[in-house]
Antibody, heavy 119, light 107 residues
Framework: QVQLVESGGGLVKPGGSLRLSCAAS????????MTWIRQAPGKGLEWVSYISSSGSTIYYADSVKGQFTISRDNAKNSLYLQMNSLRAEDTAVYYC????????????WGQGTTVTVSS | DIQMTQSPSSVSASVGDRVTITCRASQGVTNWLAWYQQKPGKAPKLLIYAASRLQSGVPSSFSGSGSGTEFTLTISSLQPEDFATYYCQQANSFPLTFGGGTKVEIK
């Protein structure tokens, strides 16, 4: 079935780094636009980053620009988020989500991976 | 950036009630507006895309309307499984932005 599975979350000290991964199955990953979205504890949804189906177009939220790097490997059906210089305010559940058509919203979501930044 | 404002932030309702949630955009997003449902501890689920198109598998009790800057999500007859938090999201331009959420609670 259509599935996204995130991994790589955990507890990290301020200033540290993590790399999140998102493995796709059950659909043609290379046709999908992909995003990372996060949700701080008890808060709403915040878009973090976007990558086009080919990987040629990338956008970031201002809050993570210069700090996070999104990438994808269509041969491995995988999406990544490299997170550097982590701060307490980056603590959240991170979801990968995909869309077959950018304007139509995100119809495939992972279960989320938790990132906690604390000393 | 386009700001998305949802109202109300929470609503108490009974099974069988009709519930309407409003989402306003700070500038026009044509009809590139999506609605999601999120239950505690779970990922969001797409309900409505392009303002009024029902995602496959979503009950017809859900409907969306609007264009430009004002949109609504309506649940025509609330069911026990519909108690959740609902978010709107504009897909017109980057940065993608979400509304603050509307929690639908049991009265």
């Amino acid at each position: 079935q259509v599935q996204l599975v995130e991994s790589g979350g955990g507890l990290v000290k301020p200033g540290g780094s993590l790399r999140l991964s998102c493995a796709a199955s059950g659909f043609t990953f290379s046709d999908y636009y992909m995003t990372w979205i996060r949700q701080a504890p008890g808060k709403g949804l915040e878009w973090v980053s976007y990558i086009s189906s080919s990987g040629s177009t990338i956008y970031y939220a201002d809050s993570v620009k210069g700090q996070f790097t999104i990438s994808r490997d269509n041969a491995k059906n995988s999406l990544y988020l490299q997170m550097n210089s982590l701060r307490a305010e980056d603590t959240a559940v991170y979801y990968c989500a995909g869309s077959g058509s950018f304007y139509y919203g995100m119809d495939v979501w992972g279960q989320g991976t938790t990132v906690t930044v604390s000393s | 950036d386009i700001q998305m404002t949802q109202s109300p932030s929470s609503v108490s309702a009974s099974v069988g009630d009709r519930v309407t949630i409003t989402c306003r955009a700070s500038q026009g997003v044509t009809n590139w507006l999506a609605w999601y449902q999120q239950k505690p501890g779970k990922a969001p689920k797409l309900l409505i895309y392009a303002a009024s198109r029902l995602q496959s598998g979503v009950p017809s009790s859900f409907s969306g309307s609007g264009s430009g800057t004002e949109f609504t999500l309506t649940i025509s007859s609330l069911q026990p499984e519909d108690f959740a938090t609902y978010y709107c999201q504009q897909a017109n331009s980057f940065p993608l932005t979400f509304g603050g959420g509307t929690k639908v609670e049991i009265k």
